[in-house]
């Protein structure tokens, strides 16, 4: 088989690979302020956070969003998580760590729930584009699960890829039930978007850096 069985990656974007939680909490509390919420830390926000969003906002209103408040606080959000991104990097060792994986042979993507035509010149800009075989952004209404995007992500890899030899690297619980839901296996990240305990309660192994998650996928992926 050789190269067609290796071990393969699946990297989440938001809070795995790009290090842009000051830009989320302070797009999630503009889009707050329009409904007269209070501002909400990082920490609360980890421990609340779940998808699909319009649940995690119940839980912060004691009801879900209308339809017209959802598509006003996602319009807001995404125009000032647009506006702060540009002060946001990538996570530490991130660079280092996707040369690594490369040159060990293995290939590896990204699939993320933003949005393509976004994500796309981002990923270019950072001038990592080169170490990924696929990269896949949302196409279509945000705020869904990744479950069926993950089916579609590894089908398109084709032979190349097998999900049993793949391991999806993300920060949040919903990164380790699309793993599941197309075969894969999954490493969680304790430095986006949900606390360890929300994490740990997927049962997969959860890790505080990168380079855990990548020496876990090699582990996983053997």
Request: charged share 20%.
């Amino acid at each position: 088989m050789g190269m067609q069985s290796g071990a393969h990656i699946v990297w989440d974007w938001n809070g795995t690979l790009f290090h842009d939680n000051d830009a989320i909490i302070g797009a999630t509390n503009a889009a707050f302020a329009e409904l007269g919420l209070e501002p909400i830390t990082l920490e609360r926000y980890r421990a609340l956070y779940c998808v699909p969003v319009p649940k995690f906002y119940e839980r912060l209103m004691g009801r879900l969003p209308t339809e017209a408040e959802w598509e006003l606080m996602d319009a807001i959000f995404h125009r000032y998580y647009a506006e702060h991104r540009t002060r946001c990097g990538l996570t530490e060792g991130a660079v280092e760590l996707l040369a690594g994986w490369r040159s060990a042979g293995h290939s590896q993507s990204i699939l993320s729930m933003y949005g393509h035509e976004e994500l796309v010149p981002l990923v270019r800009g950072f001038g990592i584009e080169a170490h990924f075989i696929r990269v896949d952004g949302r196409t279509g209404p945000s705020g869904g699960s990744k479950a069926e995007h993950m089916v579609r992500h590894l089908g398109a890899l084709g032979a190349r890829v097998h999900p049993a030899r793949t391991v999806v690297i993300g920060d949040a619980a919903d990164d380790a039930v699309a793993a599941r839901h197309a075969g894969a296996r999954a490493v969680l990240y304790t430095g986006g978007s949900h606390s360890r305990a929300s994490l740990e309660e997927a049962g997969v192994p959860v890790v505080d850096t990168l380079r855990e998650a990548v020496a876990e996928a090699q582990r996983l992926a053997a």
